[in-house]
């Protein structure tokens, strides 16, 4: 399969380094430390370890789709490196050539992949891959994931970076927008890169503009610590949960330490693309930083596979609370009944959902957005029709850094007299005494 090549390796590398050469930033091993051979880091912070696994090494659990998938397109992988997360990112799907050994692409996928310059890459982990169809290009998820000809179509209103969140950083890599937290990109890296992704600009080409080093995570350090108006800081990428333990522990502890940071939360995708990174040495690890919470990106339920319901429970267990993050896509999750039924498996995964995102308005994302009324729809179709823990809150992330924006369909009828009119989830409509309020002022009723 594809393997990362020499100059995207030495790209990758340009991130954060696990442990500096010259400092001791962690404590040292208490027991000796067995010599080991290496490959390249990758980005990851650590070398990664290529002796072979021993045959009584724990596997993360695999279901049967996965072990036919493994078998038939990696054959000469065993289960052992199948449930390795770094396998899984050392032999993620990078190229023409690995998406043809797996997939019958159409013309227009095809042509698309090969067009590609300096946009976007293709990057498909082996395990997200075994969950696509392999023959029918408008298989939901490889949608997300296989480029196609519209990606290069750049209508009105779209573009490169339309939260503005360049405009609103601090210092480089530290998105400082609400009055009380911090967005901190700590990466540029994905397992996977998916098509309608608002940080395209800077994920995917590490090297570029957009550089993520240790000098880089100390500049945005340094303005949280001089700013105690920051209580809460999002983590996020790129994706966070693709750095090593030791970095992200490093990461986590700094901000630990600033002691008016009271909340800290990872935006990661890992869990759903990459489930097996979820070890129990990195949930033993995140322990140690509580309150610490994590949201995930999920997007339909072919998604809530045997693989993820062990990821989210290391995860829950661990003490970790879980909540959502859904981006609406058209012809992918536009529908009541899709959504419904992937509330709620998050549900039962212990997963809270938290945000329905209408899709961001993105240079050549317009084959994926919905008109906003679908959003509404779909939060129409959810509000009392099942648990309202299952209901998301749809959001616009405003462009041009407006922040998220909630809407609602429209339950609150108009106003007569001392009553508030109010519509329930049936279509009916109930009175609510409300003397002293203005609330339906604005649309008051007709006279019967």
């Known amino acids: 399969m594809d393997t990362p090549s020499a100059e995207g390796t030495a790209a990758e590398l340009a991130e954060p380094p696990g442990r500096p050469a010259t400092t001791s930033l962690f404590p040292l091993p208490t027991r000796p430390r067995i010599a080991r051979r290496t490959e390249p880091t990758h980005g990851l912070g650590s070398p990664v370890d290529s002796r072979p696994k021993r045959a009584t090494a724990s596997l993360f659990p695999a279901s049967a789709e996965t072990r036919a998938f493994l078998k038939r397109h990696f054959p000469d992988a065993s289960l052992t490196e199948w449930s390795d997360w770094r396998w899984q990112l050392r032999n993620r799907i990078r190229s023409l050539e690995a998406l043809e050994a797996i997939f019958t692409l159409s013309d227009d996928e095809r042509e698309a992949v090969s067009a590609r310059g300096r946009s976007l890459p293709v990057g498909i982990t082996p395990y997200y891959a075994s969950l696509m169809s392999r023959t029918d290009p408008n298989d939901p998820l490889r949608r997300t994931h296989i480029p196609v000809g ?177 981006v609406l896509l ?7 009944a899709v959504m419904k039924k992937l509330m709620h498996g998050l549900l039962m995964r212990r997963v809270k959902p938290y945000y329905l995102y209408q899709c961001d308005p993105i240079t050549g994302s317009s084959h994926f957005r919905t008109p906003v009324a679908k959003g509404l729809e779909i939060i129409e ?35 007569e007299g001392d009553d508030v009119i109010l519509r329930n989830f049936e279509g009916n409509t109930y009175r609510y005494p409300d003397p002293e309020g203005t609330a339906g002022a604005a649309r008051p009723l007709d006279a019967a």
């Open 150 to 326: 519209t990606e290069y179509l750049r209508t009105p209103g779209e573009a490169d970076d339309p939260l503005g969140e360049d405009h609103d950083a601090a210092v480089p890599g530290l998105v400082h927008r609400y009055p009380d937290r911090v967005l901190f990109l700590s990466t540029g890296f994905c397992s996977t890169y998916c098509r309608y992704c608002t940080r395209s600009r800077m994920v995917g080409e590490p090297g570029g503009e957009y550089s993520f080093s240790r000098s880089q995570w100390d500049k945005a350090l340094a303005y949280i610590e001089a700013h105690p108006e920051i209580r809460d800081v999002l983590i996020s990428g790129g994706d966070p949960l693709t750095l090593a333990d030791d970095k992200l522990d490093y990461l986590l502890g700094r901000l630990r330490a600033i002691k008016h940071v009271e909340f800290v939360r990872l935006g990661s995708k890992v869990p759903v693309v990459l489930p097996m990174r979820i070890t129990r040495s990195l949930t033993k690890m995140l322990r140690k930083h509580h309150p610490l919470w994590m949201s995930i990106h999920f997007t339909h339920p072919v998604e809530l596979t045997r693989e993820i319901t062990e990821a989210t429970s290391r995860l829950a267990d661990a003490g970790i609370p879980l909540g959502s993050q859904t």
């Open 330 to 336: 058209k012809g992918i999750n536009d529908d009541v």
């Open 381 to 415: 179709g959810l509000r009392g029709h099942t648990t309202g823990y299952a209901v998301p809150t749809f959001v616009i992330d405003a462009p041009g850094g407006g922040g998220k924006i909630p809407l609602l369909p429209e339950y609150l009828v108009g106003r």
